[in-house]
């Protein structure tokens, strides 16, 4: 939530029913509009790089099912796909299209790791384009199809997608085989009629180079492309307009920002979409400072009645545990997403009544806790004991009697332990109530052992 010029975050939660989501690194995501009223806005996560340099190829239901003044609860469950299954990759895109009062979800793009019969020891983390196939997947049953087009040649990824009723524009993006940032531009129109779904392709002119560029709406017909690279060392600083008018697609230059000089000066920037026509820009802090790992943010508004905005900044900075050198590629740099729908923190919602002071007090509730009478988390010594963790110790939760959260480090979890049970639904015992647990439960009945006599 942004408020006279500072950025709140608000706490946030899973479900008991929830499944494990590993913080994903550049997956694809978007918006989906549920059929269930407590599930008006579904977000879709798919692919993304795992803790351990993994790719996944999961798919991820994620929608709120509760949120007031302190929190907003969140359920995240694991859609299982048949069919032509995508592959797993990163750097690609996913979009929802619409036709004949049907939806379907549309993947394209990316990169995955060359064959495992090609993985030497100097090649382990090799990556290749994924094939340039268009897949469909159904939500509700989770069918995928891949459909190969003759128009679509090369792989791409990072690339900039719409999504606009049945159709899907594909522009600019990075063909890792040839290293160029081809001006492309493809029109993708799925129909959806009763029998199998019809894919069709069309080259348009007019396409720009860019690649991992930032796009956000302004208007119903209206688009604007921030950011990005045009070349593997020189950021784009020049930002485009992209309207519709009669399904025809338009894209010019529009008037350069007023960057600032440390957001010219960057190597590397990166940001998401944050809705209503407003960019969320970070960089790295300057290695020279005391504290080298701080990033700066930024807001840009595209919208037209604050075009000559200045952009503002803020004073709010975060750490991050990772080297910022280590991402050398720039479609590698670190990332995040916001919502479609940023403005839910506005207007007559219940996050306009957000205090800070209504914060639920952390050392007695959620992470820093006791959770066992040998527990020694202290929030102010604690470091990551999992690959999984980032900056909070991971929990499992005990289900004795009314239930409770417990470390997996003072439990002496393993981490592939932790992970099999934050995956299933099996219940889980700590350490104090786990003898409990065994008294209740029926011993299984054992045959008396026949003694042949002497």
Known sequence: DVKQNNLKLKPTVFS?????????????????KGGLESERQQYIIHGGKTPNNELSDKMYVMSVVCKNNKKVTFRCTEKDLVGDVPEARYGHSIDVVYSRGKSVGVVFGGRSYIPSAQRITEKWNTVADCLPHIFLVDFEFGCSTSYILPELQDGLSFH????????????????????????????????????????????????????????????????VVVGGYQLENQKRMVCNIISFEDNKIEIREMETPDWTPDIKHSKIWFGSNMGNGTIFLGIPGDNKQAVSETYYFYMLKCAEDDMNED???????????????DSTPFED?????????????????????????DEEDESVTGYWITCCSTCDVDINTWVPFYSTELNKPAMIYCSHGDGHWVHAQCMDLAERTLIQLSEGSNKYYCNEHVKIARALQTPKQVLPLKRPPL
């Open 16 to 32: 008991k029913d929830s499944c494990y989501l590993p913080p994903l690194r550049y997956p694809a995501t978007c918006t989906f």
């Open 160 to 223: 900039v997608s719409i999504a606009r009723n049945d159709t899907i524009y594909i522009l600019g993006g990075h063909s890792l085989a040839n290293n160029i940032r081809p001006a492309n531009l493809y029109r993708i129109r799925v129909d959806l009629p009763l029998g199998s779904p019809a894919v069709n392709c069309t080259v348009l002119p007019g396409g720009i180079s860019v690649s991992s560029a930032i796009l956000t709406q302004t208007s119903n017909d209206e688009f």
């Open 311 to 325: 952009q503002k900044t803020f004073t709010n900075s975060q750490t991050s545990t990772e080297d910022p050198g």
């Open 333 to 357: 740099s670190e990332e995040f997403c916001f919502s479609a729908e940023a403005n839910s923190f506005n207007g007559d919602d219940e996050f306009d009544t957000y205090n800070e002071d």
